[in-house]
């Protein structure tokens, strides 16, 4: 009888000791989103900003210094993106801030600017 006291405690003590494991670790897995999502925010408030850099048209060899120090600081951004779909969004904008030409800017600005102004979109709704 005793013999069989002792195992239904230690049984007992088992499920416990298990049940609050997983609850600390509830506990653990809820802190790391909510720490990814603040760093998400962050990185998307990052991103937009760089992002929505405005290139004078009057200047197309200062606009084209801007577009491509823009397109570092959204690499490095992308970078500490932990949301695969934000990286990407990210990713393309640098990629058209760094490629763009003054021919881009000054021949045919209005698709330049269309091109980006799609991927400033899809970065907004990878953001929210």
Do not use: Y
């Not at 990407?88 to 904008?93: H, R, S």
Request: glycine letters at 2%; proline letters at 2%; hydrophobic letters at 50%.
């Amino acid at each position: 009888m005793r013999t069989r006291l002792v195992a239904v405690v230690a049984a007992a003590v088992a499920v416990t000791t298990l049940t609050a494991c997983g609850s600390v670790q509830d506990v653990a897995d809820t802190a790391g989103a909510v720490a990814n999502t603040a760093s998400t925010v962050q990185v998307c408030a990052d991103a937009l900003s760089q992002a929505a850099v405005i290139l004078d048209p009057g200047s197309p060899e200062q606009a084209l210094d801007k577009a491509h120090d823009a397109a570092a600081s959204l690499d490095a951004l992308a970078a500490n993106a932990v949301d695969t779909t934000v990286n990407e969004a990210i990713t393309a904008v640098a990629t058209t801030l760094r490629d763009v030409t003054l021919e881009d800017l000054v021949v045919t600005p209005a698709v330049w600017l269309e091109t980006k102004a799609t991927q400033v979109a899809n970065l907004a709704n990878a953001c929210s």
